[in-house]
């Protein structure tokens, strides 16, 4: 007997992200042949993960949700890019140009959120990627998320440096107005030359703080982290008090600053940006960063400039308005594993 046609071609499933892993250590990114390359020139793999929210320790938040891995922004500071090394892909430009896309992320977290063991407790979303990079505009895969967060009754956190949030104002205030929804957009400087060095990727700042003043408008509680703040580039006084001025002037609910850490592939990548780009920083780099984080001095004059700051531009009353946003330095503490899976752009805070 003849073999039948099938009605329908339901083409190949996507790989999970562990098997992709394996390819990749055994073939290298040629593994990421059926990788979609658009017009950003960055490739788009698919794949599909076996749960949505991943649990973490010692951090203000028990849970996290990454739609995606890998970010098109590209900051050359980020944290996560030594994420990447864990699917034998390099910190650099693998980084912003390979990006793993969760495909049934929505279908998984419904699932999870629908259990009888789910606490309803706060999930932290852009802990090791932006939930608003540019290709959310074609997956909407944090805006499916957002849907079933609020149907699942859950809390949430935002952290990101994109624009596109304001699309999901309304979801975000109604998860705000029934369980609690706070959303930190990052602007670590309004200076336009340090802006295109560390962020080639990103909108410009003044963008993203007109999102944060259109967020606050539609009932959102938004506001900023400057972070981080990164040593000879954007911690001249100058241009501290222009960033933090520009914040307050849009009106943040909130903000919050911390010096920038090195750990890892990310230090590896930022020393080799510096290196190409800016030599006469590399040995000021090396006194200043002996090890993951800036020497302890140094930090504290940074953050008394800060205070000062957020003082005179009435940043701090604000602060202390939105309890669930007053920064937290990690003192000392190192959290290598903790920091691995949920390390929320280059701070921790208190989320309630």
Not at 180 to 207: F, I, K, M, N, Y
Not at 256 to 262: D, E
Not at 303 to 318: A, E, N, S
């Amino acid at each position: 007997m003849s073999e039948q046609p099938l009605f329908f071609d339901l083409g190949k499933r996507p790989p999970t992200t562990r098997a992709i892993a394996l390819e990749i250590r055994k073939h290298g990114d040629a593994a990421l042949d059926e990788a979609q390359r658009r017009a950003d020139q960055a490739r788009y793999q698919e794949v599909i993960c076996r749960s949505a929210l991943n649990p973490v320790e010692g951090m203000p938040f028990n849970w996290t949700l990454n739609p995606y891995r890998g970010c098109t922004h590209a900051c050359h500071y980020c944290f996560a890019r030594r994420y990447q090394t864990q699917f034998e892909l390099g910190p650099d430009d693998h980084f912003s140009s390979v990006i793993f896309v969760k495909t049934n992320l929505v279908d998984v977290l419904r699932r999870e959120l629908d259990k009888p063991s789910w606490r309803r407790e706060l999930v932290a979303i852009g802990t090791a990627t932006d939930p608003y990079q540019p290709i959310e505009g074609h997956y909407k895969l944090t805006r499916g998320s957002l849907d079933a967060l609020l149907a699942g009754r859950t809390p949430i956190a935002v952290v990101t440096k994109g624009p596109m949030v304001v699309r999901d104002a309304d979801v975000l205030a109604e998860i705000g107005r029934l369980y609690g929804c706070t959303v930190c957009v990052s602007v670590p400087t309004v200076d336009e030359a340090a802006w295109r060095a560390l962020e080639p990727g990103t909108a410009h700042p003044l963008q993203r703080l007109r999102a944060v003043r259109r967020l606050c408008e539609a009932g959102v509680n938004a506001g900023v982290l400057m972070s981080p703040v990164v040593p000879g580039f954007t911690t001249q006084p100058s241009k501290l008090e222009a960033t933090i001025k520009a914040i307050a002037d849009h009106g943040a609910a909130f903000m919050g600053a911390n010096v920038m850490y090195l750990k890892g592939g990310t230090k590896d990548h930022f020393m080799g940006f510096l290196a190409s780009e800016f030599p006469q920083m590399v040995e000021s780099y090396n006194r200043l960063y002996a090890g993951a984080y800036a020497a302890t001095d140094y930090v504290k004059a940074v953050r008394g400039m800060i205070d000062t700051l957020q003082q005179r531009y009435d940043l701090r009353r604000r602060r202390h308005r939105s309890e669930e946003s007053v920064p937290q330095q990690p003192e000392g503490r190192e959290h290598e594993e903790v920091n691995e899976k949920a390390a929320h752009e280059q701070a921790a805070f208190k989320w309630r």
